[in-house]
């Protein structure tokens, strides 16, 4: 249901008395709302939907999580069969 | 195109008694011959204008003559990588020359909306001047209305075109012929989005630019490596997918497409990401797509890196005898789905 | 795009998949909740590569879907006065309501207005203090904390000229209603990854306990939905339900505590109808009574329209899960993108106008 896109913070800055922010993703940048994650830094990625910015996404996290698929990766192939059950070619 | 700066021009404004168009500019009296006077032939004078005929009477080749019309409604008039001007000569002279013909003249029909700012007319015909001159055409006849204030949207352009079609060329949507491989000179999705993200209300600041250009010399250089092409056309409105889905169609075939050949400049990608809007289905301004026989293929590609519009060239799918009438494409992870006709203009969605 | 490129990695995907081929070793039926997950699955094709015993069901999860046609019909009522400036998502304007959609109601002369984000109405109300500003605000707990920010915002400055059409649906109460159901044949849930990013995972430990189902908090780029699948397969196989997040770098047990925290200053929680369902209990959102003056039913007094649904569409069952799309008589023939009898083939995340799109070539 809900799009939501990650993006780096680029610029932290108040308008009409919200904590707003430019929110850069790839080159297109737009001016999100950043009430509901008050924490975050210029640099850091956040999900946004609708102009809000919803999360901090969590680098460390990511990163285990892709280690975490890396090793399944390793096993499957150590079975040296692709997606379609025929061998890998090496 | 470049940027437009008007003060990139030796010529500055001309000096009018007013500064925003008045509805007596349309009359046809006194004022409308000034306006044609000291604003558009300065830009466009030549010989054939410069007459003031009601018509323009020219000397033309023999052979096949291709001939097409075009209306400029955008909004906003100045975008990022472009303005209203230049995309109504590059839009028509584009259209003529996807038949393989080499565009030669120009018509350009104006409707303004009284109070239009002088500047900005003059900026539009500097950067329309401008605009043919790099397509190498000439503006030899034209028109001007004024219109109550309300009665349209600032300023409305129409041109058309005639070129002519060289001896052995026959480029058509309906001659699509299984195993025949499809091109696409470059990135898509530009034009849609520069106008989108620079649309009031959608709150972005985007590197997206519009990548309105003539691509007249490109097909020319096409030719020149095979005049064999079987289909060529400028996926404007209603972007790649809409193109060759028409090609489909007209031809009784179907068309499979590789989605990772499909190149997407990242800003497009993150502006279309961020909107929920599929770049298939955006405008392009600059960009055409063939449909060559597979053993021309590499040679056209090759003729196209060689041109500036065409360095991105590649070859994106192929025409197959199944699925008649339908666009499929092999998605990156190996599956296959269908690219369908849009319903109707995209919409930025949250959901 | 970082933490988006590396989740679409085919070759990523492509091991996911073997692992799912390797874990499975019977018949399973899943069921993505979210339309944003349909979405993906059927642009990637997913679907076409996993293996033959795992049967995706398309849930409910599409806002536009589900909106009654009645949201329409008021919306439309209102978007109608003169003084009206009304905004939208864009995904709300093409929905049929019972004879009209905000499309034609903007052709026939409203000023109906597209918005990327409920601050932009409130940025057209107070550049246009003489007119009426109203936001249809539609969508899931995923958007609903910014719409009430909107609200919020716009008493804070005082202006008097903004409301909000609200129509919000929650999905706990939803998978509820499905699970409850005598002829529910879901074994396991993905759960909706923007949803949990606000409300956390928390809320689905009750379900997976009294239901006995997994349930998988899962992310929207082809590895994620992947990875997700194979969790919730690897727990079938197993015996076990449990909670669990593959979405972990937007998604925590509690959620976005500021989020809640605002949006249940302005909302309170109620019964709702769902287009082609019906009424789930404490399944929607209300503007709080203290609130009233921002609430556009009220303000316009558009509470009594009342509207039926098409009786040829049976987007219910396909919301359900209990036909896919191409199973109802109606798909394809009376009903398309271009005439569609039900919102689930008007949004681009419904279940019918994705099928329509990407998987039609057997009805072609």
């Known amino acids: 249901m809900c799009l939501a896109i990650p993006g780096r913070v680029v610029e932290i800055f108040q308008e009409n008395g919200l904590l707003m922010g430019h929110v850069d993703y790839s080159g297109t940048v737009n001016k999100v709302c950043l009430e509901y994650v008050p924490e975050i830094a210029v640099g850091q990625y956040t999900v946004v939907h609708a102009g809000f910015a919803l999360s901090v996404l969590d680098e460390e996290e990511a990163q285990q999580s892709f280690a975490a698929w890396q090793e399944l990766v390793q096993a499957v192939a150590a079975q040296g069969t692709d997606i379609f059950g025929k061998p890998l070619e090496k | 195109m470049h940027d437009l700066n008007p003060e990139d021009f030796s010529c500055p404004l ?60 955008v909004d906003p008039l100045f975008f990022p990588g472009g303005d209203i001007g230049d995309l109504a000569i590059n839009g028509t002279v584009n259209d003529v020359c996807m038949s393989g013909a080499t565009p030669l003249y120009l018509a350009a029909a104006f409707i303004i909306e009284e109070g239009l700012p002088m500047t900005t007319l003059h900026r539009i015909l500097l950067s329309m001047e401008k605009a043919a001159k790099t397509a190498g055409v000439q503006i030899v006849t034209g028109d001007t209305k004024v219109v109550n204030r309300g009665c349209c949207d600032k300023l409305f352009i129409t041109t058309t075109g005639v070129g002519l079609v060289p001896a052995g060329v026959n480029i058509s949507a309906a001659n699509l012929k299984p195993g025949d491989k499809v091109i696409l000179s470059g990135a898509i999705g530009d034009h849609g989005m520069a106008i989108l993200t620079s649309r009031e209300g959608l709150s972005f600041a985007s590197r997206v630019r519009s990548d309105t ?22 996926p404007t409105r209603g972007g790649l997918a809409t193109t060759l889905n028409e090609f489909a169609a007209s031809s009784g075939v179907g068309i499979m497409l590789e989605e990772a050949a499909i190149p997407v400049r990242p800003e497009v990608r993150g502006a279309c990401e961020v909107l929920g809007i ?74 | ?39 993906a699955i059927m642009k990637n094709g997913l679907d076409q590569l996993l293996p033959a015993q795992v049967e995706l069901v398309h849930g409910p999860g599409c806002p536009v879907c589900v909106t009654p046609v009645e949201t329409i019909d008021r919306a439309v009522a209102i978007a109608a006065r003169s003084e009206v400036i ?35 109405a409130v940025a057209l109300a107070r550049q246009n203090p003489e007119r009426e500003v109203v936001f249809l605000a539609v969508g899931f707990e995923t958007t609903a904390p910014g719409n009430a920010m909107a609200l919020l915002q716009a008493r804070r400055e005082g202006l008097t000229n903004f409301s909000l059409l609200a129509s919000h649906v929650l999905v706990v109460p939803a998978i509820r209603g499905l699970l409850s159901s005598p002829s529910n044949r879901v074994q396991g849930y993905l759960a909706p990854g923007h949803v949990c990013t606000v409300m956390g995972w ?27 699948l194979l969790m919730v397969l690897r727990q079938l196989e197993a015996g076990r339900h449990q909670v669990e997040n593959q979405y972990g770098r937007s998604v925590s047990r509690e959620g976005n505590l500021a989020a809640q925290r605002v949006m249940d200053e302005v909302f309170a929680v109620s019964d709702r109808a769902w287009r082609g369902i019906g009424v789930l209990p404490a399944s929607g959102l209300v503007i709080r009574e203290h609130l009233a003056a921002y609430d556009a039913e009220r303000k316009f007094a558009v509470e009594t329209i009342k509207a039926r649904e098409s009786e040829l569409c049976k987007s219910g069952n396909v919301l359900q899960g209990l036909i ?13 993108p271009e005439h569609p009898l039900g919102a689930t083939m008007v949004s681009g995340e419904g279940a019918c106008a994705a099928y329509y799109k990407y998987h039609r070539t057997s009805h072609a």
Request: glycine share 8%; with cysteine; hydrophobic share 45%.
């Open chain 3, 1 to 39: 795009m970082k933490f988006v490129d590396e989740y679409r990695d085919p070759a990523l995907a492509g091991r996911l998949l073997t692992e799912i081929r390797h874990t499975v070793t019977r018949p399973w039926v899943v069921m993505e909740i979210c339309g944003g997950h349909t979405h």
């Open chain 2, 14 to 73: 001309p000096i009018m008694e007013y500064e925003t168009i008045q509805l007596a500019h349309g009359s046809g009296g006194r004022l409308s011959a000034e306006l044609v006077s000291r604003f558009f032939l300065p830009r466009f004078g030549n010989e054939t204008l410069n007459r003031l005929e009601d018509q323009a009477v020219v000397d033309f080749p023999q052979g096949r003559l291709a001939l097409t019309t075009d209306s400029f409604v």
């Open chain 3, 324 to 336: 896919k799309p191409d199973g109802c008589p109606a798909f394809a023939r009376e009903c398309t």
């Open chain 3, 202 to 228: 928390q809320e689905y430990e009750p379900l997976a306990e009294e239901f006995k189902v997994p349930v998988v908090v899962t992310g929207f780029e082809p590895v994620d939905i992947l990875a997700g």
């Open chain 2, 213 to 234: 250009a003539a691509l007249n010399g490109l097909v020319d250089r096409m030719l020149h490596a095979s005049p064999a092409i079987h289909a060529m056309r400028d």
């Open chain 3, 86 to 120: 009304f905004t939208s998502f864009g995904d709300m304007l093409r929905v049929p309501g019972s004879s009209s959609s905000l499309f034609m109601a903007k052709s026939a002369g409203a000023d109906v207005r597209m918005v990327y984000s409920p601050l932009e």
């Open chain 2, 278 to 351: 599929d770049p298939m289905y955006v405008a392009n301004e600059g960009k055409l797509v063939a449909v060559v026989p597979a053993e021309v293929a590499g040679t056209v590609v090759d003729a196209m890196r060689s041109h500036p519009q065409g360095r991105e060239a590649a070859i994106i799918g192929e025409v197959v005898a199944g699925n008649r009438g339908l666009v499929a494409m092999r998605t990156a992870l190996g599956a296959q789905r269908i690219v369908d006709m849009p319903v109707g203009e995209q919409l930025p969605r949250i959901c």
